[in-house]
């Protein structure tokens, strides 16, 4: 077996048992899901702050991580919460802001509001989407098939799969003309197009195992949406890695690399998705 095959087979294998755990998480239940987020998070901010300290950043990654799961955490009690007690956790968010500006006087630091930078940017940019997620199972005005209660989750993570398996399957038989070969060279327009047909695939078939007549546009502006959002969340992974000077951000997937490198599509999705969602429920109410 040639090294190609080898790292192919082991790719395969890899994905394969991330898409089980992760659909298996989902349907056990929502604390399955959430304990499966969560642990995601945490190891999404210490891949996020390694990638910054490679760029010649500093982070201050306990507070970044402490912040980025309590952040989380509001966002997975939130549908059990009142509007008071989520009033005082926001206000109890709101102090990390002063306390890292507080823990950096006693850092000898060169680029003082770089660093607060980067560290915020990694609490935005890897916990808040996730933390989205857990609302997403919580949804039940937008229309979808009435396989369980994360049946959302389940569709999101479907569009965005077959996103990344068309984009791969004709980008490498048709694609000639480069994406953005600035940041990313292997990625071309036919591959793109090839991804948006393939999540338009899946947002259809979705809207008819929803059996109602808004289903259909609906949910093809989500596949298109997501399959945009996604597009651009790998491009701006690259565009990460890129600057530090590494190929991925971790290894804990065999043959997929890091959790970013893994979940970069829902990193920029999930607020786009969380949005369209929210547009929708106000014009269709």
């Known amino acids: 077996m040639t090294d190609a095959m080898k ?5 395969a294998v890899s994905g394969g048992v991330l898409v089980a755990v992760m659909i298996g998480a989902i349907l056990w239940s929502h604390q399955s899901m959430g304990a499966l987020f969560l642990l995601l998070t945490a190891i999404g901010l210490h891949e996020f702050y390694a990638l910054t300290r490679k760029c010649g950043y500093r982070p201050l990654s306990n507070v970044g991580t402490v912040a980025g799961l309590s952040l989380f955490a509001l966002f997975y009690w939130l549908p059990a919460l009142d509007s008071e007690t989520i009033l005082y956790c926001l206000l109890a968010l709101l102090l990390f802001v002063p306390l890292l500006f507080v823990c950096l006087l006693w850092r000898k630091s060169e680029h003082p509001i770089a660093d607060i930078g980067v560290t915020f940017m990694g609490v935005f940019y890897v916990a808040l989407p996730f933390a989205l997620l857990c609302l997403f199972d919580e949804l039940d ?53 090839g991804g948006v047909l393939g999540t338009l695939c899946v947002g259809g078939a979705i809207a008819y195992l929803s059996r109602g007549g808004a289903a259909w546009p609906l949910w093809l502006g989500l596949s298109l949406v997501i399959s945009v959002a996604g597009v651009a ?39 786009f998705v969380s949005v369209y969602v929210s547009l929708c429920s106000l014009c269709f109410r």
Request: glycine share 10%.
């Open 7 to 11: 790292n192919l087979a082991i790719r």
């Open 141 to 193: 005005s937008f229309p979808q098939p009435q396989w369980s209660r994360a049946a959302f989750v389940l569709c999101y993570f479907f569009i965005i799969w077959a996103n990344d398996v068309f984009a791969y399957i004709v980008g490498m038989a048709f694609g000639r003309h480069p994406l953005f070969p600035r940041h990313s060279p292997k990625k071309s327009w036919e591959g793109f197009f």
């Open 233 to 271: 969340g790998d491009l701006v992974e690259s565009m990460f890695k890129r600057a530090a000077g590494v190929k991925d951000s971790g290894s804990l997937i065999p043959g997929h690399g890091g959790v970013l490198d893994r979940f970069d599509a829902v990193l920029i999705s999930a607020p």
